[in-house]
């Protein structure tokens, strides 16, 4: 379980301001995967890093139980002058988990091939998702976050993601960022809408895709006004 309480964070750049969290209150409950739907820029990547604790919100809360993942696609997942394997190694280290199973399961799930004994910095932006999706879904975590990781890939490798994916669910929370509104359908039981600094809770997903199909057809907020 997750909580928000009274979450804000404002970005401040060159004179203006843009909100991602306006005093957010909200639970994301055990054993229950959420899709956070909004447009480009609402700042669905920035939740994810607070909720990680890799990005420092400007006052309130963040309340859970059990572990919590680093948001998959994150690009500082990696280290860019260590190899894949080298990168599996240390995240394994980190997190306590037998170092050789992590290296052998991403190793067989993301299919780097050689890459994965290169360094990170000479892998596409494909190549680093995969891997760091990988070593996230090699480690039982309580809650997981994904930010549109599982499209990486041809038809069957986003196939392979999506089946490991639903597997790890059977235990696990997620926290979904994600533009495929199908996923949203097949994968969550609960979805959000995150729109000029709030946050919509939805228990019923369709509700939450309607809000947000809606909110696309409308301009976006004026990020700069009093507030």
């Known amino acids: 379980m997750i909580e928000l309480r009274n979450l804000r964070k404002t970005f401040h750049l060159n004179g203006s301001h843009t909100v ?5 209150n909200a639970v994301f409950p055990d054993r229950t995967c959420v899709a956070v739907l909004g447009r480009n820029g609402a700042g669905k990547s920035s939740l994810l890093q607070m909720l990680a604790g890799t990005l420092d919100y400007d006052s309130g809360e963040i309340v859970s139980t059990g572990s919590i993942s680093w948001p998959v696609g994150f690009a500082g997942s990696c280290h860019p002058e260590l190899t894949g394997v080298q990168n599996v190694r240390f995240v ?3 997190y306590g988990v037998e170092t050789d199973d992590l290296v052998e399961f991403v190793r067989d799930f993301a299919e780097l091939g050689e890459h994965f004994n290169l360094p990170v910095r000479s892998y596409s932006s494909g190549m680093k998702s995969r891997l760091a999706f990988g070593m996230s879904m090699g480690i039982k975590f309580d809650t997981y ?3 549109e990781v599982t499209a990486v890939g041809d038809a069957s490798f986003k196939a392979k993601g999506e ?6 669910l059977r235990n696990s929370s997620a926290i979904m960022v994600t533009h495929g509104l199908g996923q949203v359908k097949r994968l969550c039981q609960h979805a959000a809408v995150l729109e000029d600094g709030h946050l919509y809770y939805y228990t019923d997903p369709q509700e939450a895709i309607r809000h947000h199909q809606e909110l696309m057809k409308s301009p976006p907020p004026d990020k700069n006004r009093a507030r």
């Open 20 to 24: 991602v969290a306006d005093n957010i």
């Open 92 to 94: 394994a280290r980190v």
């Open 145 to 147: 976050l994904v930010d």
């Open 163 to 168: 089946r490991l994916f639903t597997d790890r």
